[in-house]
């Protein structure tokens, strides 16, 4: 993390999500959360389950394929970074994004209803119980915003 930023590299996206991850990289720009190195974003979860609760065991479980991988030395990174900072959306619909092509005019097909824009939730997400999960994509990893870093195979007591 030199000087306190770290940004992610496109040598750790998978090829056939690259087209979706520039996808995103035009959306944090046209939002001016981008950066001037057009790296991928970086993502985390703003609420799983219930309105800005971290992911649980079964969320990482689920996304991680449910076996235990101590072999990935993986970590979660505990984060809290100011609204304007990050673009929220919906991580079902992104799924849709992720698993589908460009289209001609260089859209990405299912990003219908996916957006919420930087900082604004609506209330009647809250109000309603809504369980549908929300992710925040970044353009970097800042230190200041970083909590805390837990070991997944081996947290701390």
């Known amino acids: 993390m030199s000087q306190g930023v770290a940004y992610p590299a496109w040598g750790h996206v998978d090829e056939l999500w690259r087209p979706a991850f520039r996808w995103m990289v035009r959306q944090l720009d046209a939002r001016g959360l981008g950066t001037a190195s057009g790296t991928p974003p970086v993502w985390a979860w703003h609420s799983c389950g219930a309105w800005n609760c971290p ?49 001609h005019d260089g859209e990405m097909p299912g990003t219908r209803g996916l957006w919420y824009e930087t900082g604004h939730i609506p209330e009647p997400w809250r109000e309603q119980g809504n369980d549908r999960d929300i992710q925040a994509c970044l353009s970097r990893l800042e230190r200041r915003h970083i909590l805390g870093v837990d070991d997944l195979y081996h947290p701390r007591t």
């Open 55 to 103: 992911p649980e065991r079964e969320d990482l479980d689920m996304l991680l394929g449910g076996e235990a991988q101590p072999h990935l030395r993986l970590v979660m990174v505990n984060l809290e970074v100011p609204d304007g900072d990050c673009l929220l959306s919906y991580y079902g619909p992104w799924c849709d994004v992720i698993h589908h092509s460009v289209t």
